[in-house]
């Protein structure tokens, strides 16, 4: 499975801005996916993520309400739609996927080590 992370940039305060992710390779509509972002001087950590299935989605609290995780499976991408952007979003974010034939349909990953491949992340500044 090969993830490429796009549409990153530099936005204001208060702006949208969609990310992308594709993927290739593999079975994506099996795939839990995930977002992850990491901000200067900071770990990576946990943004939003999709079961398998789609059916089933999950955020970071910091993020809940503003950004929204979503698939198109004709596509092999996954979305990061994100809303009222903050400073404190800035950082380089990533998509990540999981290919678990024992997951249930849904169940969210949301640890890093649960993810088996990764993109090569996309850089988001945020200005006030």
């Known amino acids: 499975v090969q993830l490429q992370a796009s549409g990153g940039g530099l936005v204001q305060a208060g702006d949208s801005l969609r990310l992308s992710c594709a993927s290739s390779?593999?079975?994506?509509?099996?795939?839990?996916m995930g977002w992850f972002r990491q901000a200067p001087g900071k770990e990576r950590e946990f943004v939003a993520a999709?079961?398998?299935?789609?059916?089933?989605?999950d955020y970071a609290d910091s993020v809940k309400g503003r950004f929204a995780i979503s698939r198109d499976n004709t596509k092999n991408t996954v979305y990061l739609q994100m809303n009222s952007l903050k400073p404190e979003d800035t950082a380089v974010y990533y998509c990540?996927?999981?290919?678990?034939?024992?997951?249930?349909?849904?169940?969210?990953?949301?640890?890093?080590?649960?993810?088996?491949?990764w993109g090569q992340g996309t850089l988001v500044t945020v200005s006030s």
């Open positions: 999709f079961s398998r299935s789609g059916r089933s989605a």
């Open positions: 990540a996927a999981r290919n678990r034939a024992t997951d249930s349909n849904f169940y969210i990953p949301r640890r890093e080590f649960e993810f088996g491949y």
């Open positions: 390779g593999g079975t994506f509509s099996r795939n839990s």
